[in-house]
C-alpha cells in the first residue's frame, strides 16, 4: 500500500524577513505586485510584514491582507501587548488572517538580550499567545534561536504555548548554526516529548550562514514539520532564509524520499524570481540552482552528448517545469508591440498598456541597433523600464556624449529632461566616462549619491549584448537601486543613476 503523500504548507517570508536582507527594501506598490505574484506561486501564507517596525510596514501588511485574496496573510509582533494589539489592527479584513508572535528561549539571549529568567519567558509567551488568541485563531509562535535552546526548557515553552491557543510551532535556527542532523533530531524529540505537539503545525524557519539553509528545511520537513518558511531567491537577513524554489524543487524531484507535495505551481517559480529581481535589483548569480540562469545549461562535452541520447543521464528536472521558457523565435526590427508583449508575458512580465508602450519605445531601439532581440535582452529592458524607480519617470535621458582618452580628463556633455525643463551641463573631471557621468547627473540633479556596488553584466551572448549596469547607492543614509540597460555601458550608467534617482523622489518627494 502507497501512503498519499503529505502536503507541506508553504509559509513565504520574502515580505517580512526578505525585506530585511540590505538593498531588499520595496516600496508599497512592489510589495502589493509581490504579494499577488505569491498568491499566483500559489503559496499557503504570505507573511506582510512586521506591521509595529514602521508606518509604511504596517500599511503594506494592511494593504495586503484587504486584497490578496485565497490564502492567510500573516503578521510578525514580538511577545508584547503593543506589537500584537498593532499586528491585528493591520490584519483584521483578512479573511484569513494570522499572527506571528516571537520570543527569544536560548540561554545566550535569555542571559544577555532580555534579561529574563525561564520562568519569566514561560509567563510571558504565554500571556503573549492568550493575547493573540484573543483575536484570531490562527496564532504561530516561534521561541527564537530555538534550535540553540536546552532542550528540557524548549519542550517547557512549547507545551504552555500549545496549552495558550498557539496553532502553529515555529522552530527557528536564527543564527543559521544547526546541521541537518540535529535539526531531524530535535524536532524528531519535540515530537517525542511534548504531549500536546499533534494539536499543532510543526514549521521550520532556518537561516543560511553557514549554506545549509534549505538542507536543514528539508531535514525538518522529514522529520514531521508540516510548514517550512522561506524566501524567493533564499533573500533575508545576512547570508538569506532558506530558498523557497530550492525547498519546493527538492521535495518534488525527490517525491520518492520525502513523500511531500506543495501546493506551489512550479512553472510560476522563474517569473516570481524575476519579479523579485527587477523590484530590489537584488540579482540571483548565474549557477543559483533552479532559477540561475546557468542552472539548466550544460558546457561540457561529455554532458552534452549523454542529454542528446538521453535526456535523464544528466537532467533531473525539466527546465519548463520551474518556468523557463524555450523558443527558437527572436524577435528583430520588424516585430510588432503584440509580438513583444507576448514574448514578455512568457518571460513572466504582464505588461499594462503604458508599460508595454515604454518598452516598446525602448526595444525598437535597440533592435535598429542590433539585428536579434534575445529574451535577455527583453527581461533586462523590462527590468529597467517598469522597476521601481523606472515607473515614476521623474528624471529621464534627453542625450549625452563622452570623450575619453588615454591620459585624458573625461569629457561628458548630458541632457537630462524633468517634466517639461531640460537641463544640460558639461563636465570634465573623473577618473574615467562613468565617473565623469555620475559627477554630470549628480550636477544636474541635485541629488548627492555615495556608490557602494557597481556591476555591469551582459544581458545575453555576443558583442553587442545589452550591458546591464546594476547599483547601489546611500542618499542621506538610506540605500537605493538602480538599474539601467543599453548596448553602451555609459548610457546603462546614466539610465541606473535616473532609476535610483527616481527611486529616491518616490520615497521621499521632496527630494
Ligand atoms: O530568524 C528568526 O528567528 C526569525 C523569527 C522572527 C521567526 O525571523
Ligand atoms: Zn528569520
Not at 507573511?47 to 496573510?73: H, K, N
Request: glycine share 8%; aromatic share 6%; with cysteine.
Amino acid at each position: 500500500m502507497t501512503l498519499s503523500p503529505r502536503t507541506i504548507k508553504i509559509f513565504d517570508t520574502t515580505l517580512r524577513d526578505g525585506e530585511q536582507s540590505p538593498g531588499g527594501s520595496m516600496n508599497l506598490n512592489e510589495k502589493l505586485e509581490l504579494a499577488q505574484a505569491l498568491a499566483e506561486l500559489g503559496v499557503d501564507v504570505i507573511e506582510a510584514g512586521f506591521p509595529i517596525a514602521s508606518p509604511g510596514d504596517f500599511e503594506a501588511v494592511r494593504q495586503i491582507a484587504q486584497s490578496v485574496r485565497g490564502l492567510t496573510i500573516c503578521g510578525l509582533a514580538r511577545c508584547a501587548d503593543k506589537d500584537i494589539d498593532r499586528a491585528w489592527e493591520a490584519l483584521k479584513h483578512a479573511p484569513q488572517a494570522r499572527i506571528h508572535i516571537f520570543l527569544a528561549t536560548s540561554a545566550i539571549h535569555r542571559e544577555f538580550k532580555l534579561r529574563m529568567s525561564t520562568d519569566e519567558i514561560v509567563e510571558r509567551a504565554v500571556a503573549g499567545v492568550r493575547r493573540g488568541a484573543a483575536y484570531c485563531d490562527d496564532i504561530e509562535f516561534s521561541p527564537e534561536d530555538a534550535c540553540r535552546t536546552e532542550h528540557d526548557f524548549l519542550c517547557r515553552v512549547v507545551e504552555a504555548v500549545i496549552d495558550a491557543g498557539a496553532t502553529t510551532i515555529n522552530i527557528p535556527d536564527t543564527v543559521g548554526y544547526a546541521t541537518p542532523t540535529e535539526v531531524f533530531d530535535r524536532i524528531t524529540m519535540l515530537r517525542n516529548r511534548v504531549p500536546n505537539i499533534d494539536r499543532v503545525t510543526i514549521s521550520t524557519h532556518c537561516h543560511d550562514d553557514l549554506g545549509l539553509a534549505v538542507a536543514n528545511s528539508l531535514a525538518a520537513i522529514h522529520a514531521g514539520a508540516g510548514q517550512v518558511e522561506c524566501t524567493i531567491n533564499g533573500i533575508g537577513e545576512r547570508a538569506g532564509n532558506a530558498a523557497l524554489e530550492e525547498i519546493v524543487m527538492g521535495l518534488k524531484t525527490r517525491q520518492d524520499y520525502y513523500a511531500c507535495t506543495t501546493r506551489i505551481d512550479t512553472r510560476r517559480l522563474v517569473p516570481t524570481s524575476r519579479l523579485l529581481t527587477k523590484t530590489t535589483g537584488l540579482m540571483v548569480q548565474r549557477n543559483k540552482a533552479i532559477v540561475g540562469r546557468n542552472a539548466f545549461a550544460h558546457e561540457s562535452g561529455i554532458h552534452q552528448d549523454g542529454m542528446l541520447k538521453e535526456r535523464t543521464t544528466y537532467e533531473i528536472m525539466l527546465p519548463e517545469d520551474v518556468g523557463f521558457v524555450k523558443t527558437d523565435l527572436v524577435l528583430g526590427k520588424h516585430s510588432g508591440r503584440a509580438a513583444l508583449a507576448d514574448r514578455a508575458r512568457t518571460l513572466g512580465f504582464t505588461l499594462s498598456g503604458e508599460q508595454l508602450q515604454l518598452v516598446f519605445e525602448q526595444f525598437k531601439t535597440l533592435a535598429d541597433k542590433k539585428k536579434e532581440v534575445y529574451d535577455g535582452d527583453i527581461v533586462a529592458l523590462v527590468q529597467q523600464e517598469i522597476s521601481g524607480g523606472g515607473a515614476i519617470r521623474e528624471w529621464t535621458l534627453v542625450d549625452y556624449e563622452v570623450t575619453s582618452a588615454r591620459n585624458k580628463t573625461p569629457h561628458v556633455r548630458l541632457t537630462l529632461k524633468r517634466g517639461d525643463a531640460e537641463k544640460t551641463e558639461i563636465v570634465e573631471q573623473g577618473d574615467g566616462p562613468i565617473d565623469a557621468a555620475f559627477w554630470a547627473v549628480e550636477k544636474i540633479t541635485g541629488v548627492e549619491l555615495v556608490c557602494k556596488e557597481f556591476q555591469v553584466r551582459s544581458a545575453t551572448l555576443g558583442r553587442d549584448a545589452i550591458g546591464e549596469v546594476n547599483i547601489e547607492v546611500m542618499h542621506k543614509g538610506r540605500s537605493y537601486r538602480g538599474v539601467g540597460a543599453s548596448t553602451d555601458s555609459v548610457e546603462s550608467t546614466i539610465l541606473a543613476m535616473l532609476n535610483a534617482i527616481n527611486r529616491i523622489i518616490a520615497d521621499k518627494p521632496s527630494a
